[in-house]
């Protein structure tokens, strides 16, 4: 009887917490609903789904917390010309006026936009994979690096390789591992380049408190970014691996200029914030050096003295400003709004804009890959076809070889290459970033590789949704049902 008594009670007391907690979270009311469904219903298997996969980052305290040992070395160490620098609003009056409520939006009060960046947008992971090894050859103080996927075939155990030997030759490298993500790596693969002298941190702290670790389990750092001596940069959609460099379509950008201190200062937040240290000041690490000419052999020609934005997310901020900043473009669109994710399971408000932005008359193109790269996503994606297609949103799937793309362009005049999938994950879950320009000529740059993209498209009409099988349909519908893990 005690011991019944005592599982009573213990039954009751991680029901209320587990209720209480969902009740405290911020997230939208039918979350939460579910949510309380699961733990009343199974208490104990809910409330271990709820720790791993329910518990939502997004409150300006969990921010503090976990950034505090950052924000504490920038309140100390920032001088006054740094912070005049990254509070600058100047590059906001070459923007036309209508988007400056999205830059405002997207800089946070710190990543405002800026002028003089020069960028290269990377088409071919033969071209990123050059451009890169040859960056990191010529690197004299520092390599910054952190990858969602870093991986051990080929051309990843050569970027790894030069790594070690700019290490070697005494360049500062630090490389955030998102040791979650790459679990079947072995350790020796990471103690070899700690051996060689290259700074190694993982993203997720195993020693962390047990159900600390356990909230933090779900969440993976999807960013690409490269900084090199202060004045080169890199992020978009590539990860260090040979799909990348050797097969799939995506997109890149290799950028220098006034933009390469705004992505600095987001992989030393990573760093200092994964338990990394410094040896300088942050202001040594975060003035941008002169930019480099790009290195022959591209076909697309380079981007010079352009306007720039990068914006960064988190489940740990306060607002997840890179999905609203999508629904911004979307609704403040007047011509059109091209988009390209290997990934679409949009949540409902940004699925909202987009079916709002085409049934007003705005040209809104969701460009797919038919090859994906799990077997789960092919119906993930086509469970929303439908309802896209019914609100006069038009979807092309690219036939070949799998598009990995993250990009938007709009109006012949804002346009985006980053990190970030059409998806739960990445606007919620995952730690992403994008870089948004502002400038006509980027625009049409962009505009001009999605119609380059388009020749190789099958356009999908409602007839051709509505002829697939019941069944078929039925699995997607399965499928759409436990998309924020996807």
């Known amino acids: 009887m005690l011991a019944r008594d005592i599982f009573a009670w213990v039954y009751l007391a991680v029901v209320a917490a587990t209720v209480a907690a969902i009740i405290e979270d911020n997230g939208g009311s039918g979350r939460k609903f579910s949510w309380l469904l699961v733990v009343i219903l199974f208490p104990i298997g809910g409330f271990v789904l709820y720790l791993f996969f329910g518990i939502n980052q997004r409150h300006h305290r969990v921010f503090v917390k976990r950034h505090k040992r950052f924000t504490d070395k920038m309140e100390k160490e920032l001088d006054g010309r740094t912070r005049a620098e990254f509070a600058s609003e100047s590059a906001l009056e070459d923007i036309r006026p209508k988007y400056h409520p999205l830059a405002r939006l997207l800089a946070q009060g710190i990543l405002l936009p800026k002028s003089r960046t020069q960028a290269e947008i990377i088409v071919r992971g033969k071209r990123k994979y050059e451009l ?45 591992n998102e040791n979650f993500a790459n679990l079947p790596i072995p350790p020796r693969y990471y103690n070899q380049m700690k051996k060689a002298g290259v700074e190694v941190v993982s993203f997720t702290n195993p020693k962390r408190h047990l159900i600390e670790l356990a909230t933090y389990l779900n969440y993976r750092n999807h960013r690409k970014i490269v900084v090199i ?34 992505l600095q200062l987001v992989f030393l937040d990573s760093w200092v914030t994964s338990g990394g240290e410094l040896d300088r000041p942050l202001p040594d690490y975060l003035r941008a050096g002169p930019h480099q000419d790009p290195l022959p052999g591209s076909d697309i020609p380079l981007l010079r003295d352009k306007i720039a934005q990068l914006a960064a997310d988190e489940p740990d901020s306060p607002i997840p400003v890179l999905r609203l900043s999508y629904e911004w473009a979307l609704y403040n669109a007047r011509d059109y709004f091209y988009l390209q994710t290997p990934y679409f399971t949009p949540p409902q408000s940004l699925l909202d804009a987009l079916k ?24 993930a994606n086509r469970a929303y076809y439908k309802e896209c297609l019914e609100a006069g949103i038009r979807i092309y799937e690219r036939q070949g070889e799998f598009i990995h793309s993250k990009t938007f362009v709009s109006d012949d005049y804002l346009s985006m290459v980053g990190t970030t999938n059409v998806d739960e994950r990445s606007f919620s879950i995952d730690y992403e970033d994008n870089v948004y320009f502002y400038d006509e000529e980027c625009a049409l740059r962009a505009k001009e590789i999605f119609f380059r993209d388009l020749e190789q498209c099958r356009e999908i009409t409602l007839a051709e949704v509505n002829a697939w099988p019941w069944p078929k349909r039925f699995f997607q519908k399965i499928v759409r049902l436990f998309d924020p893990q996807l």
Do not use: C
């Open 356 to 379: 709002a932005a085409a049934a007003s008359g705005i040209d809104v193109r969701v460009m797919l890959p038919a090859k994906v790269d799990t077997l789960i996503m092919r119906p």
């Open 229 to 262: 001596d202060n004045r080169i940069a890199y992020t978009g959609g590539m990860n260090i691996n040979d799909h990348y460099f050797l097969q799939w379509r995506d997109t890149h950008l290799r950028l220098t200029g006034d933009i390469v201190a705004s």
């Open 132 to 176: 890169l090894m040859e960056d990191l050859k010529n690197a004299r103080e520092s390599i910054h690096m952190e990858y969602f996927h870093f991986g051990m075939d080929r051309g990843s155990k050569a970027v790894r390789d030069m790594l070690m030997q700019k290490a070697r030759e005494g360049v500062k490298v630090r490389f955030i």
